[in-house]
Every structure is written in C-alpha cells, then in structure tokens.
C-alpha cells in the first residue's frame, strides 16, 4: 500500500496494487471466452437505461460482453490490458445481476466487486471503491468520463469532493 505521495512518484506502467492486478487476471481467465475487446464504445449517456437493456440482450442473444478499450492509457493499473480486465468484470458483474448503469446501481455492483476481494484488502477495496463509485460521481456531476484515471485517484484518496470538481481530469 502507498501514501498518495508515493503514487504521484510511481510510473505510469506501474499498477497501485499488484495484488488487485493477479486477482484481475486470475477472475479473466476462467470467463475470457465470453468478451469481446472493442474500439468501439456504445455507452449512450442521454440513454443510460436503453443502454443496459441493449447490453443485457446482446448478452442474452449471443453470450458475448463488449468491452470498450479506449481511455486505458493512465489507468490504476498500469496497464491498458488489465484496465480493460477490470471493465470486463465491472460489467459482467452488471450484467449478471441485472443491474443497470444508474448511479444507485453503479454502488451496488461497487459493493459486489469490493465483497468479492479478501478481507483484508483495504487498500485494493478503495481502489474498486474509486474506480466505480468515484468515477461515476464524476460523469454524474461533469457528464464526461475521466480521462486520467491515475490522477484521479491520487486526487480521490486525497479530496475526494476537490477531485469530483476538477475539471482538468
């Protein structure tokens, strides 16, 4: 675990939690078959419920999860790959618990993900927490999505509300 300090110094290629990175590629393996990588993002912001039904039928039809790949370059894990292994299980887990892309639905699948890691992963649990519940604070207060992730958290574990305010991120 790193002081906010010591996350500043550490290189873009370096994840904030290897732990969480191992845990990440450990969960992928077994359900790899199912995603499709993609450039292409179908997230519609004005339609966010139309948006998970299409998600959610997709799946049903053809047993496939696409997984926008953009925006993976400054990323918590220091990896463009694991970045997307996360998106993968973010949102199989929506999609598996049919929940949608809400803000209130966002917490629950925060919360799901944070009860699948061990116990006593404090730190990778504030991590997940950011990821998910910090950053759709963020699309929710500046209907954009984050493009610094790393910065964002740094600022996060700092000032959370400073960090939703930035406009630079």
Known sequence: ???????????KSTPFSGSLNDF??????SKKDIFVFTDED????????GTFKAHKKRFKETGKIHIWTGCSENSVFGSSRVNHIFRAWH????IVNGLGYSI???AIVCDIQKDQLPKDWYFE?????????????????????????????????????????????
């Open 24 to 29: 990440l590629i450990e969960w992928f393996e």
């Open 42 to 49: 179908d997230f519609n912001a004005d339609d966010i419920e």
């Open 125 to 169: 649990k504030d991590l997940v927490d950011c990821e998910i519940r910090g950053q759709a604070h963020y699309f929710f207060i500046n209907n954009r999505f984050i493009t610094d992730q790393r910065r964002f958290t740094i600022n996060w574990m700092h000032n959370s509300i400073a960090a939703l305010r930035d406009p630079q991120i």
């Open 104 to 106: 209130t639905e966002e």
């Open 1 to 11: 675990m790193y002081t906010t300090a010591q996350l500043i110094r550490l290189k």
């Open 91 to 94: 949102d199989y887990t929506h």
